[in-house]
Structure formats: C-alpha cells, structure tokens
C-alpha cells in the first residue's frame, strides 16, 4: 500500500519570505502522479500543483515549485514570495491504484 | 459551473440517526469520489464511482455505509446508526478523463458531520 509522510506539522515563515515544505512517500509502482493541496481556514481544498512521475523536470505554477527526486521518493513544495493568503493547511498526495492517499499535512502560517 | 457541490454544509445529529449527504460534481466529470477527514488528518479514500458504477469501497466503509449514484451524475452518502466515531468531515471530489488518467481530482467544501 502507499503511504505518504508529511514531517512537520506546522511552520511559520515571515510574509515575502521562502518556505519549503517536505513529503515522502513509498510505493512499488513506476509511474503515478504527485500532488500538493491547500485547504485554507474553513474553505475547500484546491489544487496547488501537479507532478507526473515519468516526468524529469519538476513542476512550477508562479510561486509555487516542487523538488521531486525519484529515487529517494522525495516530493517537496517550495512557496516563494511567500503571501498572507497561502496560510492554510497543505497536503501532499499520490494518486495511484486509481485513488489518492494524502499525508497528514503540514500547517502553514504566514507572519505579517 | 461553479464546480463540486456538496449539501449539507454541516449536520448534526444524535447518536443512532441515519444521515445522508448529497454531493454534485462538476458536470462532465464521469468520476466522483468520497473522502472521510477526521480532525488533524488528511483526508482517507471511501469509495468512488465511474458514471452509475461503485468500482471500489474502503474498508473503512463499514456495512453501515452506503453510497449511491443513480444516473451517473449526484451521488448520496448515507450513514445508518451513527456513532460518535463517524463525526468528521466527508469530502465529495470528482474528476474528468485528461490524457488517459483520471489523476486530478476537485474537491467540493465537504460536509462537517457531528455525532452527538
């Protein structure tokens, strides 16, 4: 079964600052998909950004990167210029077997 | 459209109710699926539906459980005799076929369930 670990349970950074958030996961299979998802306070959970394992590049969407390394099942979210507007909670996920399996998330405070 | 609905938006209810939830998806999404997140948790996979058809349960959807969806458009969750342990939020998502995988899924607001 896949599992996905988030390492730390919450982070503050000052506003305009950088901020990476970790993930890992385990799985047998060659080719899946990588998410992020934020859920802010008391709204639904969006879409922040999109890795396909076959894929070498990693994925970028404006401020949002990730450093995802195969190998070592590694799937990071760098938050640049970080906003008042990115505090929210933040999960990592896999989709595989046709489902996704998030990790515990990590709960991301951004310091005015 | 204006994506994943879901009603409603909370429930409460006492201990040994049946509750059912409703979730509308985006409308060319042939995929929907329910998620149970508990307080501190990420969400957990119940159970999801290509069109009309319930391809695979969780084995957290106890036999009290029931999820439908008749025409391959909304869905229902239906919880028979609650327990406090069923409080949590149900997230209703769907999805779409996009170059061959139904990988992104969108997420409605959820149903905040408390059990009294």
Same mark, same amino acid.
């Not at chain 1, 906003?83 to 951004?110: H, P, S, V, W």
């Given at each position: 079964?896949?599992?996905?670990?988030?390492?730390?349970?919450?982070?503050?950074?000052?506003?305009?600052?950088?901020?990476?958030?970790?993930?890992?996961?385990?799985?047998?299979?060659? =080719?899946?998909?990588?998410?992020?998802?934020?859920?802010?306070?008391?709204?639904?959970?969006?879409?922040?950004?999109?890795?396909?394992?076959?894929?070498?590049? =990693?994925?970028?969407?404006?401020?949002?990167?990730?450093?995802?390394?195969?190998?070592?099942?590694?799937?990071?979210?760098?938050?640049?210029?970080?906003?008042?507007?990115?505090?929210?909670?933040?999960?990592?996920?896999?989709?595989?077997?046709?489902?996704?399996?998030?990790?515990?998330?990590?709960?991301?405070?951004?310091?005015? | 459209?204006?994506?994943?609905?879901?009603?409603?938006?909370?429930?409460?209810?006492?201990?040994?109710?049946?509750?059912?939830?409703?979730?509308?998806?985006?409308?060319?999404?042939?995929?929907?699926?329910?998620?149970?997140?508990?307080?501190?948790?990420?969400?957990?996979?119940?159970?999801?539906?290509?069109?009309?058809?319930? /391809?695979?349960?969780?084995? /957290?959807?106890?036999?009290?459980?029931?999820?439908?969806?008749?025409?391959?458009?909304?869905?229902?969750?239906?919880?028979?005799?609650?327990?406090?342990?069923?409080?949590?939020?149900? /997230?209703?998502?769907?999805?779409?076929?996009?170059?061959?995988?139904?990988?992104?899924?969108?997420?409605?607001?959820?149903?905040?369930?408390?059990? /009294?």
């Amino acid at each position: 079964a896949q599992t996905v670990t988030q390492s730390q349970p919450e982070m503050s950074v000052q506003e305009a600052e950088t901020v990476t958030l970790s993930c890992t996961y385990d799985t047998s299979e060659s =080719n899946y998909y990588l998410f992020w998802y934020k859920q802010p306070p008391s709204r639904q959970m969006i879409l922040v950004i999109r890795q396909e394992a076959y894929k070498q590049q =990693n994925a970028t969407e404006n401020r949002f990167s990730v450093n995802f390394q195969k190998a070592a099942k590694s799937f990071s979210l760098k938050i640049s210029d970080s906003q008042l507007g990115d505090t929210a909670m933040y999960f990592c996920a896999y989709f595989g077997n046709e489902k996704l399996t998030f990790g515990t998330g990590t709960r991301l405070t951004i310091i005015p | 459209d204006t994506g994943v609905s879901q009603d409603p938006r909370h429930k409460i209810t006492k201990r040994g109710q049946n509750v059912t939830f409703r979730c509308d998806p985006i409308s060319e999404h042939n995929r929907l699926y329910w998620y149970r997140q508990t307080l501190g948790q990420g969400p957990e996979f119940l159970t999801y539906f290509q069109n009309e058809a319930q /391809l695979e349960k969780s084995r /957290l959807l106890s036999d009290r459980f029931s999820a439908e969806r008749p025409k391959g458009s909304f869905s229902t969750l239906e919880i028979q005799r609650t327990e406090q342990g069923d409080s949590a939020m149900y /997230l209703c998502a769907s999805s779409a076929r996009l170059a061959g995988d139904y990988n992104e899924q969108f997420f409605g607001p959820g149903t905040r369930l408390t059990v /009294l």
